[in-house]
C-alpha cells in the first residue's frame, strides 16, 4: 500500500514563501511521476507541478517562475518550494504519484495541506 504523507502547509502574506513536502512510503521514482495538485474552493483540482521518474518536470502556466519541484531518492520526498506567493495561489494542495503502463494508470493520493495566502 502507497502512502503519500504532505506537511509544510500554513498561511503566508503575498509575496511570502511555504515549502511543502511529501513523503512516500515508497521510492519516488519507482512511480512514473509525482508531483502536486490543488484545489481552491468552488474550482477543480488542477496540476501544479510534476516531475517524472526521468527527472522532467511541468509546471502549471500560473505557477511558472515562481514554484520549484525537486525529488530527493535518499529520502523519498518531493517538495514543492512555493515562492512570491499569491492569494490565487490559496487552495489545499495534494500529493500525488503516478503508476502506470501503456493502457492503465493508477493515482495515489495524500490527504491535502491547506495554503492561504492573505494579509
Known amino acids: 500500500q502507497v502512502q503519500l504523507v504532505e506537511s509544510g502547509g500554513g498561511l503566508v502574506q503575498p509575496g511570502g514563501s511555504l515549502r511543502l513536502s511529501c513523503a512516500a512510503s515508497?521510492?519516488?521514482?519507482?512511480?512514473?511521476?509525482v508531483g502536486w495538485y490543488r484545489q481552491a474552493p468552488g474550482k477543480q483540482r488542477e496540476l501544479v507541478a510534476r516531475?517524472?521518474?526521468?527527472?522532467?518536470?511541468n509546471y502549471a502556466d500560473s505557477v511558472k517562475g515562481r514554484f520549484t519541484i525537486s525529488g530527493d531518492n535518499a529520502k523519498n520526498t518531493v517538495t514543492l518550494q512555493m515562492d512570491s506567493l499569491k492569494p490565487e495561489d490559496t487552495a489545499v494542495y495534494y500529493c500525488?504519484?503516478?503508476?502506470?503502463?501503456?493502457?492503465?494508470?493508477?493515482?495515489?493520493w495524500g490527504q491535502g495541506t491547506q495554503v492561504t495566502v492573505s494579509s
Open positions: 500525488y504519484a503516478r503508476r502506470g503502463g501503456s493502457s492503465w494508470a493508477y493515482d495515489y
Open positions: 516531475i517524472t521518474s526521468g527527472g522532467s518536470t
Open positions: 515508497g521510492n519516488i521514482f519507482s512511480f512514473n511521476a
